[in-house]
């Protein structure tokens, strides 16, 4: 199970368009704490370029989420990315 998975996961079965959770509450999920690189926006960027090192982002890009650090609340907003229809 790679890091990020439980937070996949828990997206995955959220039906919300848009929630927020703290530092604290993700790393309840991870059973891990975060990077002191959390604090950072670029952390939390919804980087999709696969040569990227931010393997983080794929938990909630995999999830139908966008991330947004919520800043001086130590929060990230998770936005559900639309979906496209199909042709």
């Known amino acids: ?16 368009r848009r929630l927020d959770l703290t530092f604290r509450e993700i790393e309840r999920l991870l059973g891990a704490v975060l990077p002191k690189s959390a604090e950072r926006p ?3 960027a919804n980087v999709t370029n696969p040569r990227t090192s931010h393997v983080q982002c794929r938990a909630w890009r995999d999830a139908g989420y966008k991330a947004f650090l919520v800043s001086g609340a130590d929060r990230v907003r998770f936005v559900r990315i639309p979906l496209r229809p199909s042709a």
């Open 42 to 44: 670029q952390w939390w």
């Open 1 to 16: 199970m790679a890091k990020y998975d439980p937070l996949h996961d828990y997206l995955r079965r959220q039906s919300l």
